[in-house]
Every structure is written in C-alpha cells, then in structure tokens.
C-alpha cells in the first residue's frame, strides 16, 4: 500500500529543520580487568550508521570510567557507539544506541563481546571511513570503493608500507594508520567503533535443523544431535582468529563465523555471514548461515542506475537522482520528485518493501511517471544480489527491477 505522507512528516523529510543546539554527555564505563586501554573512540552515526561526528578521548590509567561531551550535536544524529582503544585495536565496544529525541545524556557499558568483528573501522583527517580485513599476509579494504587489497613491498622491512594495485599505501604507527589513495595528500586515520557481530543468530537449513543463538550472556543453542535445555544459556570460549574468523567454543561443539555471503537453496536473499558448526573431529562441519541480510544494504545510500533493464542517468539532462538508504527496517531516499520512507524486512526469506509514504511535491508528468515506475519497482522486489560490494540488484522473483550503485 502506497500513501501520501501527513503534512507535518512531509514538511520533515523536504525541508531543513532548525532548531535549538543542544549537547550531549556521554559517560562509559567497563570492567576493570581489562588491559589498560590507551583511548576512548566515540561517534555520533545518522540513521544509515554514517559518521557524522567521532572524538578520542586519552584514558586515566587505572580509571574504569570516563566521560566526554559533543557539542552541539549534529541534527541528523540517532546513535552514538563509544569503544575502548589500544595500539589501534578495539578491545571493547558498546552497541549502537539509539538516542531519543531531546536527550542530552546517556550511559553505557562496554562490553568486550562487542568488539568481535570481521573488520577494523578507521576515520580519516579528510573524513574518510576505511573498512580493513586480514587478507593472508595483507589487508583488504572494502571501504572506500573500490575494494583494495594491500600487500606487504618486497624486501624485509617490516616498518614498510603496505601498496596496493592502484599505487595506494597504507602505513601502520599503532595507534594510527597513514593513508594515501592515488593522486590524494597522504591522511592520518584514526580507530573508531564498527557494528558489532553479536548478537547474531546462526542457523542451517531446515532439514539439518540447527539453531545458535550467541548473545552476551551465552549461547541458546537448539540441535538435535545435541539434546540441551534450551531455556539455559551456555557459555563458549570466543575469540577472533588471525584469518579474520570469529571462533566460539563449548565443551561438545565449535562454530566458527566468517565474512562471507551465505545463501540457503530456497532464499531469495544471501546473508552475510557463513557458520560452520563442528560437533566431531571425525564429522565434517554442518554448514550454515548467520546475521541479518539487510545489514549487507546499510552504511550509506545506494544511486540508481536501472529500472527494470532502462539505464537511468542522473548525469543526463533533465534526469533526478534516484536514491535508497537501508536503516533498521526502515527504507527511505529520495523519488524523481518527492522523498519516500517505508518499511524493509525479511520475510520467510524474502525482501518485503511496504507501506511507503512519499511527500508532496508537484511533479511534472514525465518525471511522475519515473516516480510511480520507481515506487513500483521497490514493491514488487523479492529479493536482492550483491554484484561485489557496491552493485546492488533488486530482484522480483527471478527478474531484475532494480540495480544501483553504492555512493
């Protein structure tokens, strides 16, 4: 169902909103048996999980607590995350909390669980966001695009930078990365918190029939073949192997997690993380998948680039941006004309677009016709592919509707 949005969320959406700066005071805490963290990271993110604002606080030695204040804060925020720091690594995290409106002050405890994940995080003096992975003896940057892969020079200098293909080098100090990108002034780059993996749900196709739920206070674990009270939460050994994998460990079972797309033969959509449970030595792995699927969409917009196999060209005359943004289960971004939000979840396996809204703005006919063929497209999809990291195809069973490119 498709609908205008009421007058007041459509004044919301179209226009810049002033209103009354206001701060916000954070303060953290964590357990004291942790090794003496270095620094506090903390950033305000909008709804997208971009960063609009990151400060590094310097810790006490020997404090467990500390407190730092933005100011003012920036109109689009909706979470702020906060992470403790040593030698560039990220030792414990909170999640992403999510602020109410009006609220100046807010505590949070973080947790080393938090700090499992696939990815390094960093934020550059020019604003750029870099993803890192271990890649054999390299790293891999996924963010910005393209996607990078950094190896070590030739020769013996370990102190040496990293170079990649396209001539980029990444410099490792510890506490700091050096970047430089082709034909850019080389940038100071800083850690800050990345979303956290947990908790997270892992689980095989039907007709295997397992299930792990890994949340904070222990796994809920459901598998036939190792009958267990499932209302009692076991705890397993976790920790994040050399190779990038997340490794959780019980007395009878291992599950190891790894960055990769996982699809299940019935899904209309992959899923970003690969399981594989280990029960026996002598058994091979049951394979499975893990985590949300929308979290492959979020981080950012997505530009159209086709509706239903017409190329769609905003650098062309008279042609709009089309754009999509992935937060939460929420959809929004901008039509030929009006701005959207809806609601996207998965269903049964499947994308379900719904319940859109859009503004009201007047709309000449060629361009309304570009809106409505727009909207009809985010509706019918079924489901999704990702053609790499940055190419995104929306699918209405098995025909394609949709592709867009990351921004």
Not at 248 to 268: I, K, M, N, Y
Not at 382 to 397: K, N
Request: charged share 20%; proline share 9%; net charge negative.
């Amino acid at each position: 169902m498709r609908c205008l949005l009421p007058a007041a969320l459509t004044a919301a959406l179209a226009l810049p909103v002033a209103g009354a700066a206001r701060d916000l005071a954070v303060t953290l805490d964590w357990v004291a048996t942790l090794d003496q963290p270095k620094e506090i990271a903390a950033v305000l993110l909008d709804s997208t999980g971009q960063i609009l604002a990151a400060q590094h606080l310097p810790v006490v030695p020997g404090e467990s607590s500390a407190s730092l204040v933005f100011s003012p804060l920036p109109r689009q925020v909706t979470h702020v995350q906060a992470g403790l720091v040593e030698q560039g690594q990220m030792r414990a995290q909170t999640a992403r909390l999510e602020l109410e409106p009006g609220q100046s002050d807010i505590t949070a405890t973080l947790e080393p669980l938090l700090a499992l994940g696939f990815r390094a995080r960093w934020l550059c003096a020019d604003d750029t966001r870099i993803d890192l992975a271990p890649d054999g003896d390299g790293l891999r940057m996924t963010a910005p695009a393209p996607m990078r892969l950094f190896s070590p020079a030739a020769g013996d200098d370990v102190s040496a930078p990293l170079v990649a293909d396209d001539g980029a080098r990444l410099h490792d100090h510890g506490a700091r990365l050096m970047l430089q990108l082709p034909d850019q002034p080389e940038t100071e780059c800083a850690p800050v918190p990345f979303p956290p993996v947990l908790p997270v749900t892992a689980r095989a196709e039907s007709e295997q029939g397992w299930q792990i739920d890994l949340t904070l206070a222990g796994a809920i674990l459901d598998i036939p073949a190792l009958p267990h009270d499932p209302d009692t939460k076991v705890a397993l050994l976790a920790r994040r192997d050399g190779d990038g994998r997340l490794t959780f460990e019980g007395e009878s079972l291992t599950l190891q997690l790894v960055d990769q797309q996982c699809r299940f033969r019935t899904a209309a959509v992959p899923y970003p993380i690969t399981a594989h449970l280990t029960l026996s030595p002598e058994v091979p792995p049951s394979i499975g998948c893990a985590g949300n699927p929308l979290s492959l969409l979020r981080g950012g917009s997505w530009l159209v680039t086709s509706l239903f196999n017409l190329a769609v060209d905003p650098t062309q005359p008279d042609m709009p941006e089309l754009t999509l943004a992935f937060a939460s289960d929420q959809i929004t971004g901008r039509a030929a004309c009006n701005r959207y939000v809806g609601t996207a979840t998965i269903v049964e396996e499947m994308l379900q677009i719904s319940d859109l809204g859009t503004t009201r703005l007047a709309c000449p006919v060629a361009l309304q016709n570009l809106e409505l063929r727009f909207l009809d497209a985010l509706e019918q999809a079924t489901g999704f592919d990702l053609d790499g990291p940055d190419r995104l195809i929306l699918r209405a069973g098995p025909v394609s509707v949709m592709t867009a490119r990351r921004r």
